[in-house]
């Protein structure tokens, strides 16, 4: 079933920018973020643009992103550690709070990463299956959960050969080529079974 948009968003990304991109085509249907990916991501973007105004429009970058994931037919969730109060906060005043699908953070579940509880619980809520996911993580703890749920995990740089691929920026790689990077290194693993 595809994602809906609101209102304003009269095009499908996926036809506007790239062309018709089949519907059952990415075998990744969901990005499950750590809270702690987000943040970072916001944080690059204000350090690369130190400038209010300028930090800002990077932050648009980065839901500009999400809403064209979401016109990949790709699903955003996110995961924590930290409270659910203070998750919302954080991602009300990043102006990000409407772009996930499903947020589960530690009050919601009775054990935290490096258990894979909050995982299992957010591919349940959404409906898919762990090759169908996507876990972004920055810490051994939830690289550990990500790997427990059998859920690929991307990781930052400063954790390279922990995770399954390393990526700086979800705003610094074309989407179509981090999909098709991921979809590849997951079909093999298929394959292998």
Not at 22 to 40: A, C, G, H, N, Q
Not at 129 to 135: L, N, Q, S
Request: aromatic share 8%; net charge negative; charged share 25%.
């Amino acid at each position: 079933m595809p994602v809906s948009f609101g209102p304003s968003d009269v095009k499908n990304p996926r036809s506007y920018f790239w062309g018709p991109v089949p519907e059952s085509y990415w075998l990744t249907k969901v990005f499950i973020f750590d809270f702690d990916w987000v943040v970072r991501e916001a944080e690059l973007a204000r350090h690369a643009m130190p400038d209010q105004l300028e930090a800002h429009s990077s932050l648009e970058g980065l839901k500009e992103t999400f809403r064209m994931l979401r016109g990949f037919e790709v699903r955003l969730a996110m995961t924590s550690n930290f409270t659910q109060k203070q998750v919302v906060e954080k991602l009300h005043s990043l102006n990000l709070a409407e772009d996930f699908d499903c947020i589960r953070c530690a009050e919601e579940l009775p054990s935290l990463k490096p258990n894979p509880d909050l995982n299992f619980n957010v591919m349940e809520t959404l409906g898919i299956r762990a090759i169908k996911a996507i876990a972004f993580e920055t810490s051994p703890e939830g690289i550990e959960a990500a790997r427990k749920a059998d859920v690929f995990c991307v990781v930052p740089p400063e954790l390279k050969g922990q995770g399954d691929h390393v990526l700086n920026s979800i705003t610094e790689e074309h989407l179509i080529g981090l999909l098709e990077k991921m979809d590849l290194q997951k079909r093999k693993i298929l394959s292998l079974l």
